[in-house]
């Protein structure tokens, strides 16, 4: 295979969006490796008291997932989900978000993404780091990306994770999203916001597993969970979402 260097008169600004993406890909292993150097670090080399404020964080963390699952309510702080980093991020590909239904902010909706691709790409900037797009879309709606409930239990991790608007999905952080008041009285409601909209990556590491240049390859067989979710929780409407990359045959469809 021949080697394709790139061209030395780059524009700045792709420069920029190159070496943004770069260090977006890589960081979930640069998370997982600084949690756990920290954590490590800590209670190793630590005095006495950073031992004990290591212990107390750790505690902390399984306490609170335990009681909360470590959802975040509301948007989180929104320079973490939309600044000109994360814009670098979106455009290089580009990501972008085409509305093709109307999401009231009188429920609570599950968006079944799919297909998952490597890392799920499309939707987590979409629905976790670059969000001006979908609040100018759907108003009063806060967009909430599922990822596996691992992630919550790495220390440190977690609260980046967590200022991305990502939550578990797990059964029961799922509830608890999706069971909220769409009431604008409602003390959760005080931001103004009335509706969770979350998106869940329905194929999961089976079907990133099968991502290949040019194809659709779609795990849903015996993926129902979202659906009894959506019925258990009630009035919760579910909605398909779909990563169609630039020139592909389904954006002709």
């Known amino acids: 295979m021949k080697i394709e260097?790139?061209?030395?008169?780059v524009p700045l600004e792709r420069r920029m969006q190159i070496l943004v993406t770069a260090f977006f890909t890589s960081m979930l292993l640069i998370l997982l490796s600084v949690s756990f150097l920290l954590v490590a670090g800590s209670l190793i080399y630590g005095g006495l008291l950073v031992r004990s404020l290591m212990v107390t964080y750790l505690a902390y963390v399984f306490v609170h997932h335990k009681k909360t699952q470590s959802v975040v309510d509301g948007n989180g702080w929104m320079i973490t989900r939309t600044n000109p980093l994360h814009r670098h991020y979106r455009d290089y590909f580009p990501v972008e978000l085409v509305k093709t239904a109307e999401l009231p902010a009188t429920k609570n909706y599950i968006l079944a993404s799919f297909p998952h691709g490597i890392l799920g790409t499309g939707i987590g900037i979409n629905m976790g780091l670059e969000i001006s797009k979908w609040l100018e879309l759907f108003p009063q709606v806060r967009p909430k990306l599922g990822t596996l409930d691992q992630h919550f239990h790495v220390p440190f991790m977690r609260e980046v994770l967590r200022c991305w608007g990502l939550v578990s999905v797990s059964k029961e952080a799922l509830i608890r999203m999706l069971s909220k008041s769409n009431d604008p009285k409602h003390k959760d409601n005080q931001d103004g916001f009335t509706s969770n909209?979350?998106?869940?990556l329905v194929g999961g590491a089976q079907e990133a597993m099968d991502s290949h240049p040019g194809q659709y390859i779609l795990t849903l067989k015996n993926?129902?969970?979202?659906?009894?979710?959506?019925?258990?929780t009630g009035k919760v409407d579910i909605f398909e979402k779909v990563a169609i990359p630039p020139n592909s045959l389904l954006r002709a469809v």
């Open 5 to 9: 260097w790139a061209p030395l008169r």
């Open 197 to 200: 909209a979350v998106a869940i």
């Open 223 to 232: 993926r129902k969970g979202f659906v009894r979710m959506a019925i258990r």
